[in-house]
């Protein structure tokens, strides 16, 4: 292994400047040269490469985004963009990837791997979703939820103010991860998810009972997927049956994805970074790496791509029982 390449791809989440940091002070530390990609696969097409080592690396561990940028390539999905792509790496001696993101990101890299199989790519799961089968958390995602249950608790102290009931948008269009979570946390009267069929009536009958035991304000925690639709469509199908006569809706959107990441999500970034060159130098491809409990473990890029995380079962029941 002499020469080791990082990159960055699909959604943005906190975390991923703690992953390239420790990438590229692993190989450091194993005499590895490492050249960062901007843009994913699309600098990678582009031949948009930069040599980083120990140093350039310093001080972005407690930095949101990615200094690397990151963007999805449509190039890359066509036989000519990958074809591009493998003379960039082959031109700069690259012989192996660490590519941090999420499910489109891993079938990309099986993909190229199928076609090119000289070129080793490992897997680092870097998504606020947490949706990635084989890893307990993606790197990203405690950040997020911590976002979003602050934005919660502010919330809710303006709807005591003013008995008003507010339906709170997170992100989460094919997993509510966030919503389920972050709902928990915040107390909220209410939690809708796009996995649990929305029951109209059932969510009116939720907001009467808060509304008779005098609770001065309601929180609805919507995951942006939920199968009932958006934020804003729920609460146009409840108004006028809902108890609650001032209705808000708040969308927490990007401001999920930004921000310093946690301590939790530095850990594991720098965890699962070093992992991968240790995986990369150990003849290592085709595979994510995860964490299971306190252990990481690798996850065949198949396998993880063919399957979803569920959602927590224990934790689907809690939500049950706190919010009756």
Do not use: W
């Not at 085709?286 to 306190?294: A, D, F, K, P």
């Amino acid at each position: 292994m002499r020469k080791i390449a990082v990159l960055t791809s699909g959604g943005d989440s906190p975390g991923m400047n703690a992953c390239i940091r420790a990438v590229v002070r692993a190989a450091a530390f194993n005499k590895i040269s490492c050249i960062g990609i901007r843009r994913g696969y699309q600098g990678l097409i582009e031949d948009d490469f930069t040599r980083l080592n120990a140093r350039s690396v310093g001080g972005i561990i407690s930095k949101g985004g990615t200094i690397l940028g990151s963007a999805r390539s449509e190039d890359f999905m066509q036989i000519e963009g990958r074809k591009k792509a493998y003379e960039n790496l082959k031109k700069h001696g690259v012989d192996a990837i660490v590519a941090c993101g999420g499910d489109g990101t891993f079938k990309g890299a099986s993909v190229f791997m199928s076609e090119y199989p000289d070129i080793s790519i490992v897997g680092v799961p870097c998504t606020i979703d947490n949706d990635l089968y084989g890893t307990d958390y993606a790197i990203g995602y405690d950040t997020a939820l911590n976002t979003a249950m602050e934005a919660i608790d502010r919330i809710r102290d303006t709807a005591d103010a003013h008995k008003r009931l507010f339906f709170i948008e997170v992100m989460g269009r094919d997993a509510g991860f966030i919503a389920l979570r972050s709902g928990i946390a915040g107390g909220a009267e209410a939690i809708l998810v796009p996995e649990i069929k929305t029951d109209l009536e059932a969510l009116v009958s939720q907001l009467a009972n808060s509304r008779k035991a005098k609770n001065s304000s309601c929180i609805v925690v919507v995951a942006e997927g939920d199968d009932a639709g958006n934020a804003y469509k729920i609460a146009d199908a409840i108004r006028g049956k809902s108890p609650y006569e001032d209705i808000r809706i708040v969308v927490l959107g990007h401001i999920q994805r930004g921000g310093s990441p946690s301590c939790f999500d530095r850990v594991l970034a720098s965890r699962l970074g070093l992992a991968a060159v240790d995986a990369l130098c150990n003849n290592k491809r085709n595979i994510m790496l995860g964490q299971n409990g306190h252990k990481i473990i690798e996850v065949a890029f198949e396998k993880a791509i063919k399957h979803h995380q569920e959602l927590s079962p224990y934790l689907v029941h809690l939500m049950e029982v706190l919010t009756i």
